[in-house]
């Protein structure tokens, strides 16, 4: 988790420097006051400060006494509260699990999952995660100017090394985005993997008779085929990265909407649009098909991509270009952005090992129609044994 004043939802942060209350140590807890709440933590751990708070709860810094190592831990409240965000609690610690014990690259690792003394009737948990020192958008506040390429080519290829080895376990994100970028010195971390979905074929992606929910991606990240209420799939978190690096790279959106159709508009100023090859528009609705006719006659080219590409070296420009393009069935995927020419200097893939995914992991609990409390809170209890060190 960061540590400097940057985001407001998703596990982001708000505030800084705030000190927090010790109250008693509690069989084998310490219990602290934070924000006129109990924060319940293992007695190894040693809370600082509060870092940061959003609709999720609260985040703290802390001491690991055991490591000497600084952690974040984010409480979050009311777990049971509402059982679709409750599902994304435990797809957020189960998918961060899975892909760690894979070899997935560049995830905010997760240390541990921890619940308060009454396993039964708990309605809060707690994560324990890396200190980050600030996220993409915080970085982006610390200096006036555009990022220069080498740290743009660093913070890309870790980034796509990510996407590429998610992609390749059957994971979407869904929620690729700047304020989900965190930074440990060089090292770049993708975190919140509430909205991620996991379970597909590698190369396939999603099956078609499934139906994945639109309502994904913060929308200023969100791919044509989310706006057009399409069929997707893996492009949709290519797109999203690319969108973030070219904020990186000129410290502004490129997309920023104020709603969905304004959203279109953007990216048809924008995006060279081919109505003659949009396929996966046909596929899903006529009616979304005409629709985006109107908007690309009205907007096509107003704001050429190459404005927010100025002085990006040709090779830099090819890459976002490839990875923005309009259809996504004609988008590059991860693993081939990262054999790229403008990654020769930092390595591109430069994986050594094999990834994968364990083939035991259930992921009925996604496909649920009827969600009940007793066996979703059965499962985070299960997810957080396996986190115990």
């Not at 800084?16 to 084998?28: D, I, M, P």
């Not at 921890?114 to 809060?124: I, N, R, S, V």
């Not at 969108?243 to 048809?268: C, P, S, T, W």
Request: charged content about 25%; some cysteine; glycine content about 6%.
């Amino acid at each position: 988790m960061p540590t400097e004043a940057a985001r407001v939802d998703n596990g982001s942060i708000s505030s800084t420097g705030h000190s927090v209350a010790f109250l008693r140590y509690q069989e084998g807890c310490r219990v602290y006051r934070v924000r006129g709440a109990e924060f319940e933590v293992d007695s190894r751990y040693s809370v600082v400060s509060i870092v940061g708070q959003g609709s999720y709860g609260v985040v703290c810094s802390a001491v690991d006494d055991v490591s000497g190592t600084k952690v974040a831990i984010k409480k979050a409240i009311g777990v049971f509260d509402d059982l679709i965000d409750g599902r994304r609690l435990w797809r957020e610690i189960s998918l961060m699990r899975l892909l760690r014990e894979a070899g997935c690259r560049n995830i905010l690792p997760l240390h541990r999952v921890m619940l308060p003394q009454t396993p039964a009737t708990f309605g809060d948990v707690y994560l324990v995660t890396e200190l980050a020192e600030r996220d993409l958008l915080a970085s982006m506040r610390m200096t006036p100017v555009r990022s220069d390429i080498e740290t743009l080519r660093r913070i890309a290829v870790q980034l796509l090394r990510c996407v590429s080895d998610m992609h390749h376990l059957g994971v979407i994100h869904r929620d690729i985005k700047s304020g989900n970028i965190l930074l440990k010195g060089l090292e770049a971390y993708v975190c919140d993997f509430g909205l991620a979905r996991g379970g597909f074929h590698a190369e396939q992606g999603p099956p078609e008779n499934l139906v994945l929910t639109d309502y994904v991606v913060t929308r200023w990240y969100r791919a044509p085929e989310l706006l057009l209420m399409c069929r997707y799939g893996y492009p949709v978190d290519v797109w999203a990265a690319a969108v973030v690096l070219i904020e990186f790279y000129n410290h502004r959106a490129v997309f920023a909407g104020g709603d969905y159709i304004q959203q279109l508009k953007l990216i048809a100023q924008t995006v060279p649009i081919d109505l003659r090859s949009v396929s996966f528009i046909e596929e899903s609705s006529e009616t979304a098909l005409s629709f985006l006719q109107e908007i690309v006659l009205k907007n096509r080219g107003a704001r050429p991509l190459s404005q927010f590409l100025e002085d990006m070296p040709p090779d830099g420009v090819d890459l976002i270009t490839k990875m923005v393009v309009f259809n996504p069935h004609d988008r590059i995927t991860a693993h081939d952005a990262l054999r790229h020419p403008f990654f020769a200097s930092v390595g591109g893939d430069g994986r050594t090992t094999p990834l994968q995914m364990s083939t035991s992991f259930d992921f009925s609990l996604d496909a649920a129609v009827e969600l009940t409390e007793p066996r979703l809170r059965r499962r985070i209890i299960e997810e957080a044994a396996r986190y115990k060190t």
